[in-house]
């Protein structure tokens, strides 16, 4: 294993990072296997060792003293399986040489300052199954190709606009968080992802149009979040099909009609959130989930139960600046404990 050219005095890390961790990075060759944050592994098909893995989460090089670039950083890492650097200032671009890298599964650049638009570059790295790029200033539309990469985990939140591209259902990841200022509807296409996705999260967009029906066909998804958005429409009946369903979160948009027994019944259903909504009816199953605290639907229009709209506000006249005040008035779900979930940790910033 070779000295790593960036650990040189004239590297652009040298004198941004915090000491205790640069305190180890001390000695050549297979010492560098004892830095903090390296990892090292034998190389497929060669009987040594090699660099696989660089871990800076949360390590805040720069400490907001500078600009740290990784552009001559990941290609001189041949081995290179995981680079995860959340919450380290980085900025610049993204290589395009990590397309050369062929064990590179792992790229997380969550919480710095990249800017721009998409980096087409991730894209080269053929074998890449886990792409997060939270809490970053990257901006624009989301290109369609980023749904053909094979994919397992997709985080992506801030401020992507437009449109969800329409080959959403080509995406094969598990996990996929798109958080941002999207508009239009949610693709019919999903449910095209109904062998792979578990977790999806639309929340915090500016979607509109009803739910798709085809929704219903994501047997596996266990947790499907579009609120704070501006869906409209009933909630499709084939929403009764969601038989691995835990978490289902469809709160703050401009839904309506009754609450649908049949998802009311969904066997591994434990928190199903639809207040400040304009629905108007529920069943006996659904009042059973009320009960229980699995369902919130404070802020309709449901005759009978207490905390919902005045009359005055059945008419959604303005319903934009309504649910804009709702939103701001503290926590979403306060009487639903939710499950543990990797996207809804994604939302997290640091983590």
């Not at 699995?294 to 309504?322: A, E, F, H, T």
Request: net charge positive; with cysteine.
């Amino acid at each position: 294993m070779s000295l790593l050219l960036f650990l040189r005095p004239s590297s652009p890390f040298t004198g941004f990072y915090q000491e205790n961790v640069t305190a180890t990075w001390n000695g050549k060759g297979v010492k560098i296997c004892n830095y903090t944050g390296f990892t090292c592994a034998t190389v497929p098909g060669y009987k040594m060792l090699g660099l696989t893995g660089a871990d800076f989460h949360g390590f805040g090089f720069c400490n907001d003293k500078g600009q740290l670039t990784i552009d001559n950083f990941i290609g001189k890492l041949p081995d290179l399986v995981f680079f995860h650097a959340n919450s380290n200032n980085i900025t610049g671009r993204i290589p395009s040489s990590i397309s050369t890298l062929k064990y590179f599964y792992e790229l997380d650049l969550s919480n710095n300052k990249l800017q721009g638009t998409f980096p087409m570059t991730v894209l080269g790295a053929t074998r890449l199954t886990v792409l997060d790029l939270r809490f970053n200033n990257l901006i624009g539309p989301l290109p369609p190709q980023v749904f053909t990469v094979d994919l397992e985990v997709l985080f992506l939140n801030k401020k992507f606009n437009g449109t969800i591209p329409e080959n959403l259902g080509k995406t094969p990841v598990s996990d996929l968080t798109l958080a941002n200022k999207f508009t239009g509807p949610i693709p019919r296409s999903i449910g095209q992802t109904s062998k792979s996705l578990l977790e999806v999260l639309f929340l915090n967009n500016r979607l509109s149009c009803c739910l798709p029906y085809e929704i219903g066909l994501l047997k596996k998804t266990a947790t499907f979040d579009a609120s704070i958005n501006q869906l409209t429409g009933p909630i499709p009946h084939s929403f009764g099909c969601l038989q691995q369903m835990n978490q289902l979160n469809l709160s703050y948009n401009h839904l309506y009609g009754p609450v649908p027994e049949m998802v009311c019944v969904l066997p591994k259903l434990s928190a199903l959130t639809l207040n400040n909504n304009y629905f108007t009816q529920v069943g006996p199953e659904c009042r059973k989930l009320i009960l229980k605290k699995k369902l919130d639907v404070r802020m309709n229009c449901i005759l009978g139960l207490p905390s919902q709209r005045s009359p005055r506000r059945y008419v959604p006249c303005r319903i934009s600046q309504l649910n804009a005040e709702d939103a701001s008035k503290g926590s979403l779900t306060p009487e639903i404990t939710l499950a543990s979930s990797p996207s809804y940790a994604a939302l997290n910033r640091h983590r």
